[in-house]
């Protein structure tokens, strides 16, 4: 019977790059790296959401190219909201302040205080910039207390919170999440499918989700970010014909790629043909 494995990254992609994987004991890095290797080589099809994890599992595995498949992962979310009047939203977006958003439990992998720093560095340029934070309490500096809103953690599972979570989406301008690790981020996909650019890192499987021009801008983690970030936000937020172009285009991206229906789409094509003499 044929094997496909779908997964977001090989063993090694996580292996001193999430903090869960680091300071591992020798043995259990090579067990992990010879199971790993031995589920790669079973299959008949790896399936990987990003570039990054496929380049990794050919260096380190040496997996053929042939095997390996790109299909990104989808948003979570129980309905498409594009059905919206969507101009209309977008153009109640930008009669408000700018706005901020971040949804995530693990402020720090996620780039927290980057995110601090470039609210810092907006807030000379727009002092009534908000910043609203779902599912994390963090401590905000004293300065930043007046322009960061917290919404505590929502339960997805009863109706009411998960409404109030999904309406954090269509009334902020940009989605932040500048992780220091991060193998997808579906979160991105579920910003795209409101048309909330993202403002993330370029580090692991982001690029993949988050495409420069398309659906928002990932940046280098240096020491230039925050500044990067600022700019960058700045440039779109005061020119709103680029905004809109930028949400048009990002609800654009969900529809043609993050969204689980067109990549359940791909993983049928993908197996329509496999039988037990492959």
Known sequence: IPVVLWTDTPFVGLMNYYDSFSNLTEGFIQHGIVFDKLAHEKSKYIIYPSEWAIEL?????????????????????????????????????????????????????????????????????????????????????????????????????????????????????????????????????????????????????????VINDKNGFTFKIDENIEEEMCRKITEVFNDKTKYMNLCKSSLNEYKTRLNWEVSAKKFNELVANMSILD
Not at 70 to 87: K, V
Not at 94 to 118: C, E, H, M, N, V
Not at 121 to 141: C, E, H, R, W, Y
């Open 57 to 209: 599992t050919k260096k380190e595995y040496g997996i053929p190219q042939e095997k390996l498949k790109l299909i990104g992962f989808g948003a979570s979310i129980d309905e498409a909201p594009y059905h919206r009047d969507f101009d209309a939203m977008i153009e109640q977006r930008l009669k408000s302040p700018l706005t901020l958003f971040f949804a995530g439990i693990d402020w720090q992998r996620k780039g927290g205080k980057y995110i601090f720093g470039t609210l810092e560095k907006l807030k000379n340029i727009f002092p009534d910039v908000k910043l609203k934070i779902a599912g994390f309490v963090p401590d905000i500096p004293q300065n930043l207390k007046n322009n960061v809103e917290i919404i505590p953690f929502l339960n997805k599972q009863k109706p009411d919170e998960y409404k109030k979570f999904l309406d954090l989406y269509p009334t902020s301008h940009f989605f932040i999440m500048p992780s220091l690790a991060e193998t997808f981020g579906v979160v991105f996909a579920e910003a795209a499918s409101y048309g909330l650019p993202v403002i993330a890192s370029d580090t692991g499987g982001i690029p993949s989700v």
